[in-house]
């Protein structure tokens, strides 16, 4: 079992710095490319660019509950629930392995 996570090709976990507008705010954001991915096809899904999905989100959880504590852990948790929600769910996790 641990050759699934301890095998994983190295760029997956890599990091990689964005830089966006966040609601007219400039900011980056720091994040492992696995999730960078995740974000990418979500926001192709929507139609929109990731920056443009990213600030959305970012507007909808400002309504919501007001400024997150932490924004990139709220996107951590927001690729886990899109993979764990997809109705492709099991190949996801096939192709992951």
């Given amino acids: 079992m641990c050759q699934v996570f301890a095998g994983q090709d190295p760029q997956r ?8 507008r966040l609601n007219g705010q400039s900011t980056s954001i720091r994040l492992e490319n696995a999730f960078w991915a995740i974000l990418d096809e979500i926001a192709a899904r929507e139609g929109v660019s990731t920056p443009a999905f990213l600030s959305t989100l970012h507007a909808e959880v400002l309504e919501q509950r007001g400024e997150p504590e932490n924004f990139t852990s709220l996107l951590r948790c927001a690729c886990l629930a899109f993979v ?11 192709v992951a392995q």
């Avoid at 976990?13 to 966006?20: D, G, N, Q, W």
């Fill in 13 to 20: 976990y890599a990091s990689e710095t964005r830089r966006l």
């Fill in 84 to 94: 764990e929600t997809a109705p492709d769910r099991a190949q996801r996790l096939m």
